[in-house]
């Protein structure tokens, strides 16, 4: 018996971390796992013997042999809820903070719409949606007040799906508007909400609305793809597909794997690129009023064919990614007009591989790149600049902000942020792996607002074509002052562009 649990165990390490003939005494941190791959490893060998183990003794097992005599049978999950205390880092998380001073604000959500053309199944879609929902219980989560601390509740109530037939089409965007504002409590069971409308028999607009808590806009893509997915095999009437590994198992093992490997590198990294005073770590551009009233506004602008062009051109002849010159352009704006030497952008860390991203959950985190620019500095300088910096910043992308803003500023308040005030996103595929089988999909606008402070820019490729896309209050930035921004780096894209090719 206890030779097939060694067996089974490093047979799904092997599967996991993609290598061949495991040692069973090999260290499991030695063989270059990480705390989602324990995870995994977990949730694999669970399924084939019935045994299960912590995660966290993954991790710090010296021999995995040795951790298969301390498997014990698995036990089956409650059917009720299943609570658990957020650590004490992790309610410091700048969200929670925000939900408490203004619970009614729908700040930290986002939305998702599109047009389906063809003969839907409504009842394999709702199945579908529900089926993604069971097997992540991020998407049932909530963060409660419990005193001084939180508690992290995973529920289980089924997802909400509203279904709305015969709706004039003059009032579709209406509704999935309203879908895109409506508030996620903290408290609530619900991290994701969906409508359905229908105008007839071949023509419906699904809507999806996310906590921010879970969801991201870059790890949209997996969810939607998971959906389709999951549609398809209802359809074959395959069944679901199994379960995904525990969200709170991740909760118990992240923090610990962290703090052992990779905190302190982190801190140093971060520590000479920022402010040594959290006070100081603002950057603002001028025409900067005051704080936000709530005045949230969307301001977005068609990108010229010549302009796309030139950004793919760029990125060709001088062999860096679309991001990159995108990044580098913005960067001389904003060197330009605030005549500083060091600017920094904030932009999400979208390097995580597709299983990473299944199994984190969804989490966001940030690079709050700094990239110094000289004077008269040249276009293949600046190029480098954001290449170097940002391939650096990157081997840090997945250590949680809060360590090193604690690291970094351990008298900072809890629940501290301050945004960069400018953030940029390049996105080829945005809500592309969207797909009904047998129907055409297309994605559409809805109304959606400024989530923080600060300009964020999203220069996205749409059905259409480009599109530059600025979320702000207007409170702290001007409507005129951020148009000149778009259109200033706009500009700076097509004119690097010419750069490149006088050469």
Sequence with gaps: MLADLVGRLTAAVADVLRIEDVDPDASFLNLGGTSLDAVRVRARFAASTGYSFDVVDLLRSERLGELALHAAPATERPSGSDSHPLRASDAQLWMLAAEQADPDHPKFQFA?????????????LAGALEDTHRAHEVLHTSFAPAGDEWTVEVHSEPLSVEIVDGVDPELVHDRLSALAQEHFPAEGPDRWRVV????GPARHYLGISFDHRVVDGWSLNILLDEISRRYLARLSETGPEPAAPSYLDLLRGLDDETRRRRRTAAVDFWRVRLPAKYQDYPFTLPGRLGDPAGDSRVLS????????DALHRTATMVGQTVWVVATSALAQVLHRRTGSTSVRILTSAANRSYGTESTVGWFANGLLNTYRLAAGSTLSERLEEVARESTAASAF?????RYVRCGLWPDAPAGYRTDSQIYLAVNEEWTKPLTIHGCTVKGIATDTAADSPGIELFLEASSTGWVLDAFFFESEYPMNLVRELMDEFLTEIRNNWLEVESK
């Design 112 to 124: 998702c719409a599109f047009e389906v053309d063809g003969p839907l199944d409504v009842p394999a």
């Design 196 to 199: 359905l409308v229908s105008t």
């Design 301 to 308: 602008v068609a990108v010229s064919e010549e302009v796309a």
């Design 397 to 401: 992308s997945d250590v949680p902000a």
